[in-house]
């Protein structure tokens, strides 16, 4: 018998936290203008040192104002997706559950084009429109998937799929009442992209952002010995003392709040939820107390390299970051479909 | 605690330790009924007691109120008029936590998601007695094993739950109910999935915990001959009406189970008192 214990969730999370950090110094150095790694390091420190005086200037806008917001948006946006998926799956007990396969993310998507079209320049009007969209199609979406008064993984599923369809199809009137600019700016932000949405201030924003991340994580990750219970059957969890009703809205509200966080700085990056916890369950196993933070802190790695990965293959052209998420989700989705089939 | 077999023989108690662990008052069930039609019972009156170290048999055929009224034990529904009390507390007034704390009741497990080992299992138990993020302590970790010894399962720690046999996951998941410390112990159905030889070790081990470690237990069972020789009383439901309650002795009547099971059927009474029920002479007439 060997349970869980905080230091093994604190080492396993450094160890992770390391990895993200590499990554990010590995982002740093990539692109057009070349800097060694000493220097990104330097850079680093003498800005968070407050010693701006001691850096070159390039260097300075180089990361602080170009690739170092870019990174930190990355982080939040993968951190979020992972944190919600993971917060779905035990709502839903579904392993195949993610925000962008149930539509949540499209939810989102609606809601910010929506509050764009209509108040584009109230501040936080975006956020919260994403939010209410992502929150309205998951409680569709599950009532949907309910056959019989349980919910059906299959049905799940199908909701989840006509709720992509009928959402996208909104979202394609609205674009065509927009200009040719507009619209294509517009469709790539659809994708996923890290770029197009970064103020020019990006400091204040990103303050905003990450704390809204810590209330919404924080709150299903206190939830997660609850969630470990309600995965192992609803009703048993009850037996045991569980509040289940309780932790579903709970999880429900925040795993809404955290998609329509995503989706309103980055469009829609798909499978980063589905992805992400199912390579943390097979390395630390199942309990959600661990699986949490792990799946942040692996969010956030998969979509800063991934985000990488779209501005260096192709450069100059830059690729939207959701279609290689996707890319490298949808094989983890079928395969996760077929073996739970068999 | 000890698992050791010892003298446990089914044999009647009928010495009562004092002190009543479940009493059920009046206790009766209807479902949602609306403004026009009449409420429908599940469950009419119904009053009995267990004491401490007692097994009891909640028989009766399909659709009798037997499921009703192992909810209204476990808390899950509250009782249309009456009381159930169990350590002198009205259940339906307990938290969830401290009802599970005293309660526990063992089901048809559902299907796990992900796989989960034995121990993990069995640990959830401890919930109800957790704090915040509810890491396990070693005193957990230890009533976890005790439990396990005590179904005889200490072998399967570290198993697979999806890979153990019918018999195997049975005791596991009693295991898990003996980690929440509870003093009231149901089971609901317990035996279906066994066979004879699982049915019979099954219905010794609870009335072993029954003895040795003062449980109360309740077993809602199909199983006349079992719940005869190993229960110390049983509550006869039918159609949502509880018709009598008592020792096998006094509730196995001819006629009454006639009735009750619709088949032809005759007790025997065996040497200890207990009854045994078989297929009537015009069986198959």
Redesign the interface.
Same mark, same amino acid.
């Given at each position: 018998?060997r349970? !869980? #214990?905080?230091k093994r969730v604190a080492l396993i999370c450094a160890g992770l936290g390391a990895l993200l950090f590499v990554a990010a110094v590995v982002s740093l150095r990539i692109g057009a203008y070349p800097i060694s790694v000493v220097d990104i390091v330097k850079t680093l420190g003498s800005g968070i040192l407050g010693r701006w005086e001691s850096i070159p200037s390039e260097h300075r806008s180089i990361i602080f104002d170009v690739r170092l917001p870019r990174i930190l948006l990355g982080i939040l946006v993968g951190a979020s997706l992972s944190t919600a998926g993971t917060g779905f799956q035990a709502l839903l %007990?579904?392993?195949l559950a993610d925000p962008y396969v149930l539509g949540v993310s499209s939810g989102a998507a609606l809601g910010a084009i929506i509050a764009l079209i209509a108040a584009p320049h109230a501040a936080g009007a975006v956020q919260i429109a994403a939010f209410v969209g992502a929150a309205a199609t998951t409680a569709a979406v599950y009532f949907l998937g309910r056959r019989g008064g349980q919910v059906d993984s299959a049905t799940l599923l199908l909701a989840g799929i006509v709720a992509v369809s009928f959402l996208s199809a909104i979202i394609m009137f609205l674009m065509t009442t927009m200009s040719g600019r507009d619209m294509r700016g517009m469709a790539f932000w659809l994708m996923g992209d890290l770029a197009s949405t970064l103020p020019t201030n990006p400091l204040p924003w990103f303050e905003a952002l990450f704390f809204v991340f810590i209330v919404a994580g924080g709150a299903i990750y206190?939830t997660?010995?609850d969630l470990? !219970?309600i $995965? #192992?059957?609803?009703?048993?969890a %009850?037996? $045991?003392?569980?509040?289940v009703n309780r932790v579903r809205l709970v999880v429900y509200v925040a795993a809404s709040f955290l998609t329509g966080l995503a989706v309103s700085v980055s469009g829609t990056i798909g499978y980063v939820g589905i992805l992400v916890p199912h390579v943390m %369950?097979m390395l630390f196993g199942?309990?959600y %107390?661990l699986l949490i933070p792990t799946s942040a802190i692996g969010g956030a790695i998969l979509v800063v390299v991934a985000d990488t990965l779209a501005r260096s293959v192709l450069s100059p052209t830059e690729l939207p970051v959701g279609a290689l998420t996707a890319l490298a989700g949808a094989p983890v989705f079928i395969y996760l479909m077929r073996r739970r089939v068999r | 605690m000890s698992s050791a077999a010892g003298s446990a023989s089914p044999m009647v108690t009928s010495e009562r330790t004092p002190g009543v662990r479940l009493k059920v008052e009046q206790a009766s069930y209807a479902y949602a009924a609306t403004d026009r039609s009449a409420p429908k019972f599940a469950l009419g009156p119904t009053s009995f007691e267990a004491q401490q170290k007692e097994l009891v048999a909640i028989l009766g055929p399909n659709a009798s109120g037997k499921s009703t009224l192992l909810k209204l034990l476990a808390g899950i529904e509250r009782p249309l008029s009456g009381r159930i009390e169990v350590d002198n507390t009205e259940v339906s007034s307990l938290d969830l936590r401290t009802r599970a704390q005293r309660i526990a009741l063992v089901q048809q497990e559902s299907e796990l998601l992900f796989p989960l080992r034995v121990w993990e299992y069995v640990l959830q138990g401890r919930y109800p007695y957790g704090k915040r993020l509810r890491f396990e302590s070693e005193e957990d970790c230890l009533l976890a094993a005790n439990a396990l010894a005590q179904v005889g399962a200490d072998a399967l720690r570290d198993r697979w739950m999806d890979q153990l046999s019918g018999g195997e996951k049975q005791r596991v998941i009693l295991a898990r109910a003996l980690a929440q410390q509870p003093s009231l112990l149901l089971l609901d159905e317990p035996t279906q999935h066994l066979d004879i030889g699982g049915k019979v070790e099954l219905l010794r081990r609870l009335r072993r915990l029954a003895d040795e470690s003062r449980y109360t237990v309740l077993v809602v069972t199909h199983e006349l001959n079992l719940a005869a020789e190993f229960s110390d009383r049983i509550v006869l439901l039918h159609k949502g009406k509880c018709l009598r309650v008592g020792t096998p002795a006094e509730v196995y009547d001819r006629a009454l189970l006639e009735e009750v099971f619709e088949a032809p059927l005759d007790v025997e009474m065996r040497a200890g008192g207990r009854p045994r029920v078989i297929l009537g002479a015009n069986f198959g007439t």
């Open positions: 018998m349970p !869980l #214990t905080p %007990r579904n392993p206190a997660s010995s470990n !219970l $995965l #192992t059957g609803e009703q048993e %009850r037996h $045991l003392g569980v509040n %369950r199942t309990d %107390r | -």
